[in-house]
């Protein structure tokens, strides 16, 4: 099921198609959807004692939901109906954990933080992969909270500090920070996407804001460059 692939690229290439220029687009934007749906899923078996080959066992297959430390409030917590003495984080308390996912669905800008290893980075890909499965027509529903006509990107901000280093950002207003910014985000993105096709594509849903986009590994990144 193309139907996603084909309206978005349709809404993106502004200048008139034939019929193989637009068989051309498509097949890059579905390329690339691929593409990052293979690496997000994909698992380092080998460091945990797996078999290489074992190509089967991938990160869609064994994900487990990551909970933030908020927790649901309970029935008798709504009624106002709290029973005395109880404390909220105690061993053996039936509070149910907010998932980082239900955080993620009610927010358009979500900062995750956390231990390292604490599966930030593999909550991120889950999603990003979820949503490329949504534009590929693998999953027939869209994800709840979020436009089924998002495009997914993933940056991993290590490779992007060199670009921030080289940029002189604090004379700037903060408008003009976050253009720069943006153009330096937009640039890695065009040298990372090396299909010529769906770079116009990528660029109108960046200028729109449809794009899903996660900015992975902040701890990674120099701390004069957090900003």
């Known amino acids: 099921?193309?139907?996603?692939?084909?309206?978005?690229?349709?809404?993106?290439?502004?200048?008139?198609?034939s019929e193989t220029e637009k068989e051309k687009s498509q097949y890059a934007f579905r390329s690339y959807l691929e593409k990052l749906r293979?690496?997000?899923?994909a698992l380092p078996l080998a460091a945990l004692g797996g078999d290489d080959t074992d190509e089967d066992i991938t990160l869609d297959k064994i994900y487990?939901?990551?909970?933030?430390t908020q927790f649901k409030e309970s029935k008798e917590e709504e009624r106002g109906k709290v029973k005395p003495g109880r404390n909220e984080f105690s061993l053996g308390d039936?509070?149910?954990?907010?998932?980082?996912?239900?955080?993620?669905?009610?927010?358009k800008k979500l900062v995750l933080l956390g231990d390292a290893g604490a599966g930030k980075s593999t909550f991120v890909k889950e999603l990003l992969a979820l949503q490329a499965a949504v534009l590929l027509g693998e999953i027939k529903e869209p994800l709840t909270g979020f436009s089924p006509d998002l495009i997914p990107v993933l940056i991993v901000l290590r490779d992007l500090s060199p670009k921030l280093a080289a940029l002189n950002l604090g004379n700037l207003?903060?408008?003009?920070?976050?253009?720069?910014?943006?153009?330096?985000?937009?640039e890695k993105i065009r040298e990372?996407?090396?299909l010529a096709?769906?770079?116009?594509i990528l660029e109108g849903a960046f200028e729109d804001g449809k794009v899903l986009l996660v900015l992975d590994g902040l701890d990674e990144v120099p701390q004069n460059l957090r900003g």
């Not at 487990?64 to 933030?68: E, H, P, Q, Y």
């Not at 039936?94 to 927010?107: F, I, Q, R």
């Not at 096709?197 to 116009?200: D, L, W």
């Open 197 to 200: 096709e769906f770079i116009p």
């Open 38 to 41: 293979r690496h997000c899923n």
């Open 94 to 107: 039936d509070k149910t954990p907010v998932s980082v996912m239900e955080v993620a669905v009610e927010t």
């Open 1 to 17: 099921n193309g139907g996603q692939i084909t309206q978005i690229t349709n809404n993106y290439n502004n200048t008139p198609q």
């Open 64 to 68: 487990v939901d990551l909970d933030t």
């Open 192 to 194: 990372d996407v090396k």
């Open 173 to 186: 207003s903060t408008e003009k920070q976050r253009d720069v910014l943006s153009e330096a985000i937009l």
